[in-house]
């Protein structure tokens, strides 16, 4: 950019911290008080100052429209699949002309599709984009819960619809977190509703004292029976920053009492007779808590299955009987092996485990006799369960075992049923066809990438078939590494206009993701966080050194808490890349325990309130990390103004101390959508421009001719 065209310069307004003798500073914590008029006016003329130069780009529009073009080769893509016991399908639909997705429904596999809620009619009454958050049928499918939030905020409303009439029954509920678990009768059920914040109270207790209440259909909200919180059942120990949920699950005599703290994935778990809850004296029994390293359960007649990481990393099942619950002499059901036990799903005639081996995934069938088989899936990849009633009968002629979702790196998901009657996988038709759905001109290769400490490190890369290696291709490397989430994405049909344009994507799968299990968590997690960026690094250098791409044609990016990636990457080795995408990403983590979803997160970084915490913190913080004189990358730096999980300060006071920083000259423009969160409940076109922008932004700062600005 020409001295002319600078994005406006922040103040610097130096606060100093003393953490345990080591003094910090940090110039923009002014940012931090992010409704102040003069933060406000510096977003905004940011904001105003990126859009000006992505309107001088001259492929943007064009790469935009190809996208939405090969968006519409599929006539309606479907998502969110529940089947229930009686063959109604509920789902989730977004057609050609639709720009959120829809709910819904029909009856058996070829029923005529029946639209339930369509969040556009709450657009047109506000303005502003609403999107569905969850959905949950009653078990006879006579009606639904659906939860509705405007502009990506994720700020949640409960609705009921009668699906016969088509009209919302009671109230909305609001502050909702979770809801909508109904009870056998059909006609109430259980929801999680956050606190309400009243004046004076910090942000940051937001998500604690959340309770569990229970709802009958026509009964006034505000009156809803108190079932499960902080001191509020005797039994159940939930603390304050505590999640508790209570569950009923299908064709069983038992409820459920679920507790999670945070963001970990150990839970606490009671149980108690569907017969004393509904009389509202429930027993409860501690079936398991934290300790035992359950991270899911299911349920088949009288016993309880969990799966659990206990003195097993990559994940064992076993089970234990729901009138005498006792974890300690449970009996195994699926032995730790070389595959990471992902997932399972009781259902009427067999438990069925969804295993993971470098992003193949496999399908088990443990009848309840105890006899295990694979199934013989249509082609390897990743494989995901659909919802089902574990009510569905193996014999019933109108309904199969299990739904399954299936996709690889080069090919669009398809929805599958298989039948245990006669063993056979079939395609179910929901998930319609398109031109672009597997195109025979890309290829995914699959590769292990040595790190610093010589741990090899699972690297995808797709391309199109015949490119060249030798340093001139645009790469976009791509990492996560956080929560023991594995990134398996899946093909996507926006991005084939990448690939036509000879560009790579390649998919780090660093420490601190799931891919290899717990231990692969744990090695990418506070204090061993570094990890998680120095395998990214050295992911980068595999694809440097084998010429798939050079420094000067490789793009970095991380989403969210692979924020962290992102910009300590940049800030360790800023030689390595043109472009670095951080997007809605957590840049300052030092000072994430102050957001309203702080709190939730310190089981994931840890917190300045100890000095290990603080130094791991520290560490991984990439604001604190920038140094003046640095020749940085090319950046663009985005989030959505009503971002509920990372606070649109993290992106403001890193883009501002990049551009006062950078020394390199190259832009830094910051990105914001002021009708968008953290990317939940974002519009098709809203996902879209934002992929246009970060797409023709890395093919200007790579200098490929036909997105170069007038000089």
Not at 439 to 466: F, Q, W, Y
Request: with cysteine.
């Amino acid at each position: 950019m020409s001295e002319q065209a600078k994005p406006p310069v922040a103040p610097v307004k130096p606060v100093t911290d003393d953490y345990f003798g080591t003094k910090v500073t940090d110039n923009y914590r002014y940012m931090e008080n992010f409704n102040d008029e003069q933060v406000q006016q510096w977003v905004k003329a940011q904001a105003d100052f990126t859009t000006n130069v992505l309107n001088q780009l001259p492929g943007r529009d064009a790469f935009f429209n190809r996208m939405m073009e090969l968006e519409a080769s599929v006539p309606a893509k479907v998502d969110c699949v529940l089947r229930l016991a009686n063959g109604k399908i509920f789902y989730l639909r977004c057609g050609l002309q639709d720009d959120v997705w829809k709910l819904y429904m029909r009856d058996g596999m070829n029923g005529n599709e029946i639209l339930l809620v369509d969040p556009d009619k709450f657009r047109q009454e506000t303005g502003k984009p609403h999107a569905i958050n969850q959905f949950i049928p009653s078990w006879d499918g006579k009606y639904v819960t659906y939860a509705i939030s405007a502009s990506g905020s994720e700020e949640t409303s409960l609705y009921v619809m009668d699906t016969e009439t088509f009209k919302n029954v009671d109230e909305p509920i609001s502050r909702l977190h979770y809801g909508g678990n109904w009870l056998p009768d059909n006609q109430s059920f259980l929801y999680t509703r956050h606190q309400e914040m009243k004046e004076g109270m910090a942000k940051t207790e937001k998500n604690l004292h959340s309770k569990v209440y229970l709802h009958r259909l026509g009964t006034d909200v505000e009156q809803d029976t108190l079932v499960l919180g902080h001191a509020v059942t005797q039994g159940v120990d939930v603390s304050t920053v505590a999640v508790p949920f209570v569950v009923a699950v299908p064709n069983s005599d038992y409820v459920f009492a679920v507790i999670l703290y945070g963001t970990q994935k150990e839970l606490d778990l009671y149980v108690a007779t569907l017969a004393s809850f509904n009389q509202g004296t429930p027993e409860w029994k501690k079936i398991c808590d934290a300790t035992d390293e359950v991270k899911l359960f299911d349920v088949h007649g009288e016993d309880v299955y969990l799966l659990t990481h206990k003195n097993a990393p990559r994940y064992k099942i076993v089970k234990t009987s729901l009138k005498n619950p006792d974890v300690s002499s449970a009996e195994p059901v699926m032995a730790q092996s070389n595959q990471i036990i992902e997932i399972m799903f009781a259902a009427i005639d067999a438990l069925y485990v969804l295993t993971n081996d470098n992003g193949i995934n496999k399908v088990i069938r443990i009848a309840y006799d105890g006899i295990a088989e694979p199934l013989n899936l249509p082609f390897a990849g990743t494989v995901d369960f659909f919802g089902n009633d574990p009510r569905i009968a193996k014999n019933d002629p109108r309904v199969s075992g299990i739904l399954l979702g299936m996709t690889t790196w080069t090919r669009f998901y398809s929805i599958y049923e298989y039948n245990p009657k006669t063993n056979q996988i079939t395609e179910t038709g929901l998930q319609a066809k398109g031109k672009y759905d597997a195109p025979d001109d890309l290829i995914a290769l699959e590769v292990e990438v040595r790190s610093h400490d010589g741990t090899m490190i699972p690297l995808s890369i797709v391309h199109k078939k015949g490119i060249e290696l030798d340093g001139s291709n645009p790469c976009w490397l791509i990492g996560y590494g956080a929560y023991g989430f594995p990134l398996y994405l899946g093909y996507q049909h926006q991005n084939y206009a990448w690939y036509k344009k000879g560009g790579i994507i390649a998919f780090a799968h660093v420490r601190g993701g799931g891919e290899k299990g717990e231990a692969w968590y744990r090695a990418g997690f506070q204090q061993t966080k570094p990890n998680t960026w120095k395998d990214f690094i050295a992911c980068a250098e595999y694809l440097i050194e084998q010429k798939y791409t050079s420094p000067a044609k490789l793009a970095g990016e991380g989403v969210s808490a692979g924020g962290i990636l992102i910009g300590r990457t940049i800030t360790e080795r800023p030689d390595l890349f043109a472009v670095a995408i951080p997007r809605v990403g957590a840049m300052n983590v030092i000072r994430f325990e102050t957001m309203a979803n702080g709190v939730n997160n310190i089981r994931e970084f840890g917190s300045c309130n100890t000095e290990a915490g603080f130094k791991a913190l520290y560490e991984m913080d990439a604001f604190l990390h920038v140094q003046d004189g640095v020749d940085y990358p090319a950046m663009m730096i985005t989030h959505g103004i009503t971002d509920p999980r990372c606070e649109p300060w993290q992106s403001t006071k890193f883009a501002a101390r990049v551009q006062a920083a950078s020394a390199s000259g190259k832009p830094v423009l910051l990105r914001i959508d002021y009708e968008a969160g953290h990317g939940v409940g974002s519009t098709k076109t809203q996902r879209l421009q934002e992929r246009a922008d970060i797409f023709t932004f890395i093919m200007w700062q790579l200098g490929i001719k036909d997105y170069q600005p007038a000089t």
